[in-house]
């Protein structure tokens, strides 16, 4: 218990902190800064040079504006704290971040077949312990983290959003989506209802926030349950029906 005290209260994010200090627990880390201004000034030269309309630069602005609230905010050092904001956090990259990113710079069409398994992999990959525990105490494994959910969900984002469909491709496309929604619904389910804690990294954290370690653990089972779960159901609605409508006025 004493390595686990000294060696793995200090992730990436920065140590835990308490309620009080959270509005002050900014990520000022200069080479993440650098690298998202960087990221961000490329993303707006390439709009300018390829004459994008105003959906595209809406697109990546939503998409800069999301990582800074992903990794600069206090939310980063409130995933070191709790499960559930490290949830909220990994919908925000699925679900917003890697949707704007894909209307504003869209995946090559190549990539777009293995998003979708990628993406699956990634979302159960990083919540098994081990693997969970490894991005906990190597910032190198935790930046592989983030990249192995970001960069699938962007190609399978842009392969969903930027097809033009007949009906079977829309029922494909929305059957992806739906997938995808499912297995969030399941994980989800998962962490709701163990009968215990799953991750150690907080169980020495949650205590100041008003929750225990298992309470933390099933609101985070809720957040990919419900804000996770729903919308991409129906995100695959909407595809099927738009799909089904263009095919009924062909």
Known sequence: MQNYETARLDPYCGPAPAPGELYAAWNLDPVLIGALSLASLAGYAQLHRSHAGPLRRTGLSAAALLAFLAFVSP?????????????????????????????????????????????????????????????????????????????????????????????????????????????????????????????????????????SPLADQQLAGLVMWVPGMLPMALVAFWILRAAWLREARA
Do not use: N
């Not at 939310?75 to 990994?90: E, Y």
């Not at 592989?144 to 097809?163: G, R």
């Open 75 to 211: 939310l980063c050092a409130l995933t070191t704290a709790l499960f559930a904001a490290r949830g909220l956090h990994h919908l925000i990259l699925i679900g917003l971040l890697a949707p704007a990113l894909a209307v504003a710079i869209p995946a090559p069409k190549r990539a777009g077949a293995a998003g979708f398994l990628a993406l699956s992999a990634a979302l159960w990959a990083w919540h098994v312990p081990s693997v969970y525990a490894a991005a906990w105490d190597s910032a190198a494994v935790y930046w592989l983290m983030q990249a192995a959910l970001l960069l699938p969900a962007w190609a399978f984002w842009s392969a969903v959003l930027s097809a033009r469909r007949d009906l079977e491709a829309g029922m494909a496309a929305s059957l992806q989506v739906a997938a995808i929604a499912g297995q969030m619904g399941l994980i989800g389910a998962i962490l709701t209802f163990a009968p215990r804690p799953i991750y150690a990294e907080h169980l020495a954290l949650t205590e100041v926030f008003g929750l």
